[in-house]
């Protein structure tokens, strides 16, 4: 069984750069994909960014591309998301997710494994 933790939220200013970082227990991410989804006040889920299990291939949200960017570190078991030129759409709860399979999709069923959220606020 693996627990999911993120952490690394907090309050930043339009245009600004915050990173957050999942870490996993109980065992490694290893070969499954990886995502990061977010939810904004009294809205759903949606997805941010994914990364592969296996090739380390990415993938984005159109209103996240060029912006922000997913990556894992070697041992598998943190996976960051660097986020810049934030937007007040940006602020919401991120969380992170493990996928059962190795290409990760950006829907919330292909998902088994959840973290608790860590909030990102973005506000002058």
């Known amino acids: 069984q693996v627990q999911l933790a993120e952490s690394g939220g907090g309050s930043v200013p339009p245009g600004g750069s915050l990173s957050v970082s999942c870490a996993a227990s109980?065992?490694?991410?290893?070969?499954?994909?990886v995502a990061w989804f977010r939810q904004a006040p009294g809205k759903g889920r949606e997805f941010v960014a994914a990364?592969?299990?296996?090739?380390?291939?990415?993938y984005y949200a159109k209103s996240v591309q060029g912006r922000f960017n997913i990556f894992r570190d070697s041992p598998k078991t943190t996976v960051f998301l660097q986020m810049s030129n934030v937007k007040s759409e940006d602020t919401g709860v991120y969380f992170c997710?493990?996928?059962?399979?190795?290409?990760?999709?950006?829907?919330?069923?292909?998902?088994?494994?959840w973290g608790q959220g860590t909030q990102v606020t973005v506000s002058s």
């Open positions: 109980g065992r490694s991410f290893g070969g499954n994909g």
């Open positions: 997710a493990m996928s059962r399979k190795v290409v990760p999709t950006d829907r919330l069923g292909d998902y088994d494994y």
């Open positions: 990364i592969n299990g296996i090739s380390r291939s990415t």
